[in-house]
T-cell receptor, first 113, second 112 residues
Framework: DAGVTQSPTHLIKTRGQQVTLRCSPKSGHDTVSWYQQALGQGPQFIFQ???????QRGNFPDRFSGHQFPNYSSELNVNALLLGDSALYLCASSLSGASGLQFFGPGTRLTVL | GNSVTQMEGPVTLSEEAFLTINCTYTATGYPSLFWYVQYPGEGLQLLLKATKADDKGSNKGFEATYRKETTSFHLEKGSVQVSDSAVYFC???????????FGAGTTVTVRA
């Protein structure tokens, strides 16, 4: 049973560029959440997708957007990259209504130069 | 809003020592509480959870008890191993909330 998978593993971009990160949820899960983890800090919630809609959003600017596909996989898009966007981006999957029990992928390390 | 406060690290221990990592929370109502562990270069793994007051979560020798009266969820292990070296995160999920709110993490290093 595959867990949560993310691609790519690492990514290097320059300021002003755009990036797309991808996530496939754990088998049987229908909900995907995205988190940003800056170096030495705890993960910060970006947003959650369920039934292909953004269900809840954290305190992130509109440069951060997402999408969920009918097979429950998800993308995170970040436009107009800033140096401060450099972080580990974590995807977590869960079952709707599972009281916060979320399973995390290995993350995508984004470096913005 | 919901928040989690963890004891600051880093924490350095010798093998077989007792480990405690303090975690307190602020939340409306009765949240679910979690401990996650992050090994170097990896994502987060769920270590244990508790969903109501006085519940005790346990896994791999780690334990934490949901204390409503002190709004705490301290992590303990009686005898640590070198393989327990990692960053530990306390997290909560508030009632009616979809997100996890994390503490800043505590880095634990166990020396042989």
């Amino acid at each position: 049973d595959a867990g949560v998978t993310q691609s790519p593993t690492h990514l290097i971009k320059t300021r002003g560029q755009q990036v797309t990160l991808r996530c496939s949820p754990k088998s049987g899960h229908d909900t995907v959440s995205w988190y940003q983890q800056a170096l030495g800090q705890g993960p910060q919630f970006i947003f959650q997708y369920y039934e292909e809609e953004e269900r809840q959003r954290g305190n992130f600017p509109d440069r951060f957007s997402g999408h969920q596909f009918p097979n429950y996989s998800s993308e995170l898009n970040v436009n107009a990259l800033l140096l401060g966007d450099s972080a580990l981006y974590l995807c977590a999957s869960s079952l709707s209504g599972a009281s916060g029990l979320q399973f995390f992928g290995p993350g995508t390390r984004l470096t913005v130069l | 809003g919901n928040s989690v406060t963890q004891m600051e690290g880093p924490v350095t221990l010798s093998e077989e020592a007792f480990l405690t990592i303090n975690c307190t929370y602020t939340a409306t109502g009765y949240p679910s509480l979690f401990w996650y562990v992050q090994y170097p270069g990896e994502g987060l793994q769920l270590l244990l959870k508790a969903t109501k007051a006085d519940d005790k979560g346990s896994n791999k020798g780690f334990e934490a008890t949901y204390r409503k009266e002190t709004t705490s969820f301290h992590l303990e292990k009686g005898s640590v191993q070198v393989s327990d070296s990692a960053v530990y995160f306390c997290a909560l999920n508030g009632r009616g909330d979809y997100k996890l709110s994390f503490g800043a993490g505590t880095t634990v290093t166990v020396r042989a």
